[in-house]
């Protein structure tokens, strides 16, 4: 089911919430959703104290030079893949030093997807250290906008229960 601009809104408050009041900070690494969660969780004002920025790395170059992505760990597994979510997070917290990253790369669709790798899925991996990255694989239905809205409220979701346990 499609999460409606509600529900983003929600998620985003809430984990805006999360990060000020543990005086965190939020980096994102996003691929299919293009910068969704970076403009859900900026939508509201004052975001900037918790809100580092985002990086759209939508090429397999960008994963590399902005995230220090392993070429051969996108050779190995393609962008689509565990190793890659969890090498944007480190590059993502390296390069800015926020306490948090939350990284996305998936087949939104129509085209694009294979037999292993069908529209819709989503890897996505969230950490505030590589040792504390957690990584996760969704399969979304739907057309392209609804893939990546449940790719950008699963996101924020993914977030907001890390910090939780934290």
């Given at each position: 089911?499609?999460?409606?601009?509600?529900?983003?809104?929600?998620?985003?408050?809430?984990?805006?919430?999360?990060?000020?009041?543990?005086?965190?900070?939020?980096?994102?690494?996003?691929?299919?959703t293009g910068g969704w969660v970076a403009?859900?969780?900026?939508?509201?004002?004052?975001?900037?104290?918790?809100?580092?920025?985002?990086?759209?790395?939508?090429?397999?170059?960008?994963?590399?030079?902005?995230?220090?992505?392993?070429?051969?760990?996108?050779?190995?597994?393609?962008?689509?893949?565990?190793?890659?979510?969890?090498?944007?997070?480190?590059?993502?917290?390296?390069?800015?030093?926020?306490?948090?990253?939350?990284?996305?790369?998936?087949?939104?669709?129509?085209?694009?997807?294979?037999?292993?790798?069908?529209?819709?899925?989503?890897?996505?991996?969230?950490?505030?250290?590589?040792?504390?990255?957690?990584?996760?694989?969704?399969?979304?239905?739907?057309?392209?906008?609804?893939?990546?809205?449940?790719?950008?409220?699963?996101?924020?979701?993914?977030?907001?229960g890390y910090l939780e346990k934290a």
């Amino acid at each position: 089911m499609p999460a409606s601009d509600h529900e983003l809104e929600q998620a985003g408050s809430l984990l805006g919430e999360k990060l000020l009041a543990g005086n965190l900070t939020l980096i994102t690494a996003e691929s299919c959703t293009g910068g969704w969660v970076a403009k859900v969780m900026t939508d509201k004002a004052g975001s900037s104290a918790y809100v580092v920025g985002g990086l759209v790395t939508y090429s397999n170059e960008a994963k590399q030079k902005l995230l220090g992505v392993a070429g051969s760990t996108l050779d190995a597994h393609g962008a689509v893949s565990e190793p890659v979510v969890r090498e944007m997070v480190a590059g993502a917290l390296a390069t800015t030093g926020a306490s948090v990253a939350v990284a996305i790369s998936g087949v939104a669709g129509p085209g694009g997807g294979s037999e292993e790798k069908p529209v819709g899925t989503v890897w996505l991996a969230w950490g505030s250290s590589v040792e504390s990255t957690e990584a996760v694989v969704q399969h979304f239905s739907g057309d392209r906008d609804q893939v990546r809205r449940q790719a950008v409220l699963f996101a924020l979701k993914g977030v907001i229960g890390y910090l939780e346990k934290a």
